[in-house]
């Protein structure tokens, strides 16, 4: 069964623009793009990317109840099996961002899960409460990261028991 994923991405990754774009509010569309479609190929038959959220990381970050609340509504539109944020590696809001997401996804009974290095503030802040696959520091890692967060994600969505965190692959929760 090919599930129906949703992909978050910020506005960098989904083509918008760089930090002169990182107040640009929640949008969607209902294709893969930038990231996404790296995604849909690592996906293939096992998936469909059923649209790309984008959001501004300054926006998402400093306006948290107008982005939660166009999150929750573009998800409850889309219906996905899955939803799956970033990777976001390194960097800070957009780790923060990829955690937020992932919240409003597990409130709605989605599951969700991010990637991200360990030391980032998203990993720090929302380890015990999100399922975070770990990456390197850089988007070199987008591959193999991508790879964990479907092996992961489609064991949520399928609701197959998960052993524990390192035969997993995600960041230990406790």
Do not use: W
């Not at 960098?12 to 930038?34: C, H, Q």
């Not at 096992?46 to 959220?53: A, D, I, S």
């Not at 992961?152 to 524990?164: D, I, T, V």
Request: glycine fraction near 12%.
């Amino acid at each position: 069964m090919s599930m129906r994923v949703v992909h978050y991405v910020n506005q960098f990754f989904g083509g918008i623009g760089g930090e002169d774009r990182a107040n640009v509010g929640v949008s969607l569309t209902t294709e893969a793009v930038g990231a996404s479609r790296a995604l849909q190929q690592a996906l293939g038959t096992q998936g469909t990317v059923v649209g790309t959220l984008i959001g501004g990381d300054n926006y998402v970050n400093e306006q948290q109840k107008e982005a939660e609340a166009a999150l929750a509504a573009h998800l409850q539109a889309l219906h996905p099996d899955l939803v799956l944020a970033g990777p976001a590696f390194n960097a800070g809001r957009y780790t923060l961002a990829c955690a937020q997401v992932c919240l409003v996804a597990q409130k709605l009974g989605i599951p969700a899960v991010t990637g991200m290095h360990p030391d980032s503030p998203g990993a720090i802040s929302h380890r015990p409460h999100i399922f975070i696959v770990p990456t390197a520091a850089t988007s070199a890692d987008m591959p193999q990261a991508l790879a964990s967060m479907i092996r992961l994600g489609l064991k949520l969505a399928r609701q197959e028991p998960l052993g524990p965190a390192e035969v997993e692959g995600y960041l230990p929760r406790g």
